[in-house]
Each structure stands twice: as C-alpha cells, then as structure tokens.
C-alpha cells in the first residue's frame, strides 16, 4: 500500500505542479487544467538531471504543488473525529506537520518516474458544481494498470484538491487510521510530536541524499 501511495503521489504531484501556468482567467475544467499540463510535467521530469536530488524537489514541492491542495482540509479529513480534541493552536500545527509529510512524500515519489502513460476520463460536471472527481489511469507494461481519482473542489483561489484515491483507497483515510492509532495512544499533542520526528527524519534523509 506504502508503493502504491509514493506511486500515486508522483502523478498526482506532477500532473499539478505547472498549475501556475495557467491563467486563472482561463477558468478551465479541473479535467483539462490537469490533462493540459500533463505532457508538459512528464518532460521537465525527464529532462531534469537533478530528479533524484531530494532536497532540491522538496523545495519544488512545496512551491509549486503544495499550494494546490487544501492542507487544512485534507488534514481535518485525516484527524477525523479527533480534530475536536485538538485546540486551535495543535490545529494549526497539524496542518504544518501535515504539509511537510506530504512534501517530503511527495519529494521522494518524484523519483520514481518511470515513463509510464496516463490516460483521463471524461469528465461530466456540471457548472455550477463545486466537488468534482478527476478519474484517471496509469498504465505500465506487463502490470495491472492503477486507477487514481482526484477529489477536487471549487474555492475562491481556484480548484483545490481534497483527497486522491488509488485503486479504491482513500488517502486521508489511510493516513485517518494511522493517525487514530496514534492520538488513541499519545493523544493530539502525542501525535504532533511523531509527526515532527517523522518529518525531521525525512529532513535527514534528504540532506544525505542531496549531499
């Protein structure tokens, strides 16, 4: 499952990371904003020879990809019934923490790029829908291929999204049962505390790599 999420993640954060290209003027479909940066992402992945440099991706990450989530959201998701239990400053911590897990996760995903093709569903939304899902396939030679869909919802600052769900399992929910166990067990503030030493190990991990 670990696989499958680190696979996930690299579509999902390369497909996303040239958003900012597009002119918000364009208001395009979420279906065609992610389809008409795909092709454009998978070149700049192939020809950057700094791909497997962990730290530099990170900072890529965080600039360009990061922005089009709903951290706090998507964090509120995975808390769960336990985001009650939080105050508003572990709240607010929690979305921190969140955010470097995903940008240390999807740093790592970034390497593992391979020349696989994607193909979209149609996309029958709508206007003025503002929760649709972007269905996607990723197809490989001599494996079974993997269904990603993209949960994306319409905000003042554009299309944000929500959760990714691969093969049937949902993201935040996975990282929900993780995150339960652990406040079951520690408490909120527990849980801060392994998501810190998580993040700063994976801040370790990309220091020797990039080194």
């Not at 680190?6 to 992610?34: E, K």
């Amino acid at each position: 499952m670990r696989d499958a999420i680190s696979f996930t993640l690299l579509f999902c954060g390369i497909v996303l990371a040239l958003v900012a290209r597009v002119s918000s003027a364009q208001d395009p479909s979420p279906d065609a904003l992610i389809k008409s940066i795909t092709h454009d992402v998978i070149a700049i992945i192939r020809g950057d020879s700094d791909t497997r440099d962990l730290a530099k991706i990170a900072r890529l990450v965080e600039a360009a990809i990061v922005p089009h989530f709903d951290l706090a959201r998507m964090t509120q998701l995975a808390m769960g019934r336990n985001w009650r239990l939080a105050s508003p400053e572990q709240q607010q911590t929690l979305i921190e923490k969140f955010k470097m897990l995903l940008v240390h996760t999807y740093s790592a995903s970034l390497t593992l790029y391979r020349n696989q093709n994607i193909e979209f569903e149609s996309l029958h939304a709508v206007p003025p829908e503002t929760d649709v899902t972007v269905r996607s396939v990723v197809k490989q030679p001599g494996t079974a291929p993997i269904h990603i869909d993209y949960a994306m919802e319409r905000e003042p600052a554009g299309w944000k999204v929500c959760d990714v769900n691969i093969d049937g399992i949902s993201l935040v929910i996975t990282y929900r049962d993780t995150f339960a166990s652990q406040v079951r067990e520690q408490g909120v503030a527990g849980l801060i505390k392994a998501l810190a030493t998580k993040n700063r190990s994976n801040d370790m991990l990309s220091s020797r790599a990039g080194a």
